[in-house]
């Protein structure tokens, strides 16, 4: 297996709107460099740095003036004299009639591309979220040309909270959807499995109408967790896409047997859909003791995890989405890998 | 001239979300008490307290469970063991399927009806913002009763950003709605003026399908300023109320004579309309010295805008919006008002 990683993501540290205050960001740039470190020292193969790729890349996850803007929002925001991280001033939320209409100002322009404030622009988080994205799609190139059989995107920000046109939850580009959109130029259907502890609503979005990707997501109950405004059974789809859809939810406090549960029903309906290839969106907070976890995920359960998709023996991209337990991310992600290692 | 005014409006001080970072608000208790204490000063007759009103009161403006919500959100931000203000964790964005649908926590919620993070909900905020909008209440009730030809609604917190579901802007319930609402149970056609310096797109949207209720916005261009979502000229209504909405932006920097053109507009409009009774939304941010402020418009202006009120001898409530220079504020609402009397 093949590890894609850029230093790039140093790039980017954020903040976020938690609780009722602006705080550091759980997410933050030693998540990436434990698992790389455990990717060394486990041997899992070598580590790759992405190459470029232009941003029409990111065109089937992605509109264009939404790359647009993010690619140059600092440069807007630092226009106006302001050195602070770009945060929003003002959503138009679903209430409001003109709420369509992209705004001119950069302030104005955050909130109609934001989901919360929960994803800043820093002087350097478009290098960074390219870069993410950029792993991702090398990882599926390297499946496609026949460079591997599996690569590991260490992708940082992760992606899966990133829609067609808007950023949140510490998500700008959805390298997720962005590498199975690429892998189709290969691959006649892909499925996208993430067991994140996040409905991964951005991924959902995305590829809603389609039935050349099948989106199956296990993670926690929605109704009052992040990301609030999609993850429920009943979201399948639409027209074509109607059926390739698919939530799993857990209630809150879940012990691990329930991830297993609907990891059974995710794999059925992967046997079912028969994809040519997989992107797995691998979250580290379902661990047990994750601050984000509300289910009790072992160590020795990311290990039974890896080995179920190593044991797909289908091309495999797997892309890194949240973790945020810095004590356990080592031993988690080496259980992992040898799972999956070990199932090949 | 009857002045309504509760003191309950000190159990509600904010922070806001804006450039980048959580600050104390621009919009504080003393801006109230300098109004308050000009008004005693300059002898403009009583001030009385606001009587309470059933929240029945402000369904013609706002939903039922948009009110509950906030009558309620205190109780339930603190039942998760929070103490600080209230702010949103995630908003659902045009962009989402799934964002018409109210999550059912407190966080979902915050969102769900906010369209910024500049109106945070404390322990104090409900009875604030109710006894701000029985102050319009009672002002339109004085009218109506035959109490009184003109009344002051001195509210704090301020109103007209807040729609029909939905908080933002410092304002939570939309005042000048309310008391516009309230006027209709005697009179036949009611106008809104609205001279503050930011549009009330909260206003707009409340009336925007209906043509009892003529409302007419002077405010700065809101393409790059705030509230960005709304407040073009295009926007003229819908369906019966066609016509009945008037926006006249004024560009960034403009001269006192611009804001002075537009309120001639505005007349007219008023002239055509034939208004029963008249509600004025008065901000005093269109001072040239106001941090908000994108106009000159200067003291004696203030009175020679009250003298234009005064003019048109309409049954009229005057509802304080928005004003941040507390050292201006003193002598504005002294010329307003002097304006206003001489010429009744």
């Given at each position: 297996?093949?590890?894609?990683?850029?230093?790039d993501?140093?790039?980017?540290?954020?903040?976020?709107?938690?609780?009722?205050?602006?705080?550091e960001s759980?997410?933050?740039?030693?998540?990436?460099?434990?698992v790389?470190?455990?990717?060394?020292?486990?041997?899992?193969?070598?580590v790759?740095?992405?190459?470029?790729?232009?941003?029409?890349?990111?065109?089937?996850?992605h509109?264009a003036?939404?790359?647009?803007f993010?690619a140059g929002?600092?440069?807007e925001?630092?226009?106006?004299?302001r050195?602070?991280?770009?945060?929003?001033?003002?959503?138009p939320?679903?209430?409001?009639?003109?709420?369509?209409?992209?705004?001119?100002?950069?302030?104005?322009?955050l909130?109609?591309?934001a989901?919360?404030?929960g994803?800043p622009?820093?002087?350097?988080t478009?290098d960074?979220?390219s870069?993410?994205?950029?792993s991702a799609l090398?990882?599926a190139?390297?499946?496609s040309?026949?460079?591997a059989r599996a690569?590991?995107a260490?992708?940082?920000p992760?992606?899966?909270?990133a829609?067609?046109?808007?950023?949140g939850g510490?998500c700008?580009?959805?390298?997720?959807?962005?590498?199975?959109?690429?892998?189709?130029g290969?691959?006649?259907r892909?499925a996208i499995?993430d067991t994140?502890?996040?409905?991964?609503?951005g991924v959902q979005?995305?590829?809603?109408?389609?039935?050349d990707?099948?989106?199956?997501s296990i993670?926690?109950d929605?109704?009052n967790f992040?990301?609030?405004v999609?993850?429920?059974?009943?979201?399948?789809?639409?027209?074509p896409?109607?059926?390739?859809?698919?939530n799993?939810?857990?209630p809150?406090?879940?012990?691990e047997?329930?991830?297993?549960?609907?990891?059974?029903?995710?794999?059925r309906?992967?046997?079912?859909?028969q994809?040519?290839a997989?992107?797995?969106?691998?979250?580290f907070?379902?661990?047990k003791d994750?601050?984000?976890?509300?289910?009790?995920v072992?160590?020795?359960?990311?290990?039974?995890?890896?080995?179920?998709i190593?044991?797909?023996?289908?091309p495999t991209?797997?892309v890194?989405e949240?973790?945020?337990?810095?004590e356990s991310l080592?031993?988690?992600?080496?259980?992992f890998?040898?799972?999956?290692a070990a199932?090949?």
């Open positions: 297996m093949l590890t894609v990683y850029s230093s993501h140093h790039l980017h540290r954020g903040v976020e709107l938690k609780d009722g205050a602006i705080t759980f997410e933050n740039p030693l998540r990436a460099e434990t790389l470190a455990q990717v060394r020292a486990a041997g899992l193969g070598d790759i740095a992405p190459r470029a790729f232009d941003r029409a890349c990111y065109a089937g996850a509109s003036r939404y790359v647009e993010l929002a600092w440069d925001w630092t226009a106006t004299g050195t602070c991280q770009a945060l929003p001033l003002v959503w939320v679903h209430a409001m009639p003109s709420s369509a209409t992209l705004p001119e100002f950069i302030d104005g322009k909130g109609f591309f989901m919360d404030a994803a622009i820093n002087a350097g478009w960074a979220v870069a993410s994205a950029n090398t990882g190139e390297l499946l040309n026949g460079g690569a590991f260490l992708c940082r992760p992606g899966h909270h829609g067609h046109e808007y950023m510490y700008y580009l959805n390298n997720a959807a962005i590498a199975a959109q690429a892998l189709l290969r691959h006649r892909v499995l994140d502890m996040h409905h991964g609503q979005e995305i590829f809603y109408g389609r039935d990707v099948l989106y199956v993670h926690g929605p109704t992040y990301p609030v999609a993850g429920y059974e009943e979201e399948t789809g639409a027209g896409g109607d059926g390739y859809n698919l799993l939810p857990m809150h406090g879940a012990p047997s329930t991830f297993f549960e609907r990891l059974d029903d995710a794999l309906a992967l046997a079912r859909f994809p040519d997989l992107v797995l969106a691998l979250g907070d379902i661990y994750d601050p984000q976890s509300q289910v009790a072992t160590t020795d359960g990311f290990g039974r995890l890896g080995g179920a190593g044991a797909l023996g289908l991209v797997i890194q949240g973790g945020y337990h810095l080592d031993a988690n992600a080496r259980a890998f040898g799972g999956f199932a090949r």
